[in-house]
């Protein structure tokens, strides 16, 4: 069964804390591995996409890292701002219009 | 940017009555995408379309139909509320075809079903 899994379920942090979130997944054929970030009450947002192992890609303090089994949401000395859910989303295999498959996502508390 | 508005923040319904989400896209994106998330469930596919007219079940249809008569809107029924519907909606759009297949979300719809 496709599936994504994210761990932890959630994370405290201390400003300043430097940590990682992780996504694996079971799919054959990985197409896509997205990250979102959600604040309370709101629509996901789009972060980052990855399509194959051994890619990266960086905004501001975020760094999204992909192997052949899972990813890694590395956050550098995060800022309460970045306190949020982060949830990760693979492309559904076989289809062909761009149905993910979301993990239950990590809750990121981070403290001043 | 992409905007994906839907049309309610916030919603109350009686069990068994009709009820209408709506959403609307303003960058020409073939496909869109209704969801539904719970604590504990993450975000789950209930209908998705690629085309006007076009729909196709995902993972949990039972309970909800859905319209898409113009592109740029995609509607979710719930023909007869009940109270387990009552959850978060998100909508979101897509283009197509494209080997990026990021998907744009709506902030979202809070149903409570009394």
């Known amino acids: 069964e496709d599936q994504v899994t994210q761990s932890p379920e959630a994370l405290r942090l201390q400003e300043g804390e430097s940590s990682s979130l992780n996504c694996s997944y079971t799919v054959s054929g990985l197409r896509g591995l997205f990250w979102y970030r959600q604040d309370p009450g709101k629509g996901p947002e789009f972060l980052f996409t990855l399509y194959s192992a051994g890619e990266e890609k960086e905004k501001e303090r975020l760094k999204a890292t992909l192997t052949k089994k899972e990813s890694f949401l590395h956050i550098t000395a995060p800022k309460p701002e970045d306190s949020a859910t982060y949830l990760c989303a693979v492309l559904r295999p076989g289809g062909s219009q761009g149905n993910l498959i979301f993990g239950k996502g990590t809750k990121l508390s981070v403290k001043p | ?114």
């Open chain 2, 1 to 114: 940017d992409v905007k994906v508005t839907q049309s309610s923040r916030y919603l109350v319904k009686r069990t068994g009555e009709k009820v209408f989400l709506e959403c609307v896209q303003d960058m020409d994106h073939e496909n869109m995408f209704w969801y539904r998330q719970d604590p504990g469930l993450g975000l789950r596919l209930i209908y998705f379309s690629y085309d006007v007219k076009m729909k196709e079940k995902g993972d949990i249809p039972e309970g909800y139909s859905v319209s898409r008569e113009k592109k740029e809107r995609f509607s979710l029924i719930l023909e007869s509320a009940s109270t387990n519907q009552t959850s978060m909606y998100l909508c979101a759009s897509s283009v197509f075809p494209t080997a990026k297949n990021i998907q744009y979300f709506g902030a979202g719809t809070r149903l409570s079903v009394l």
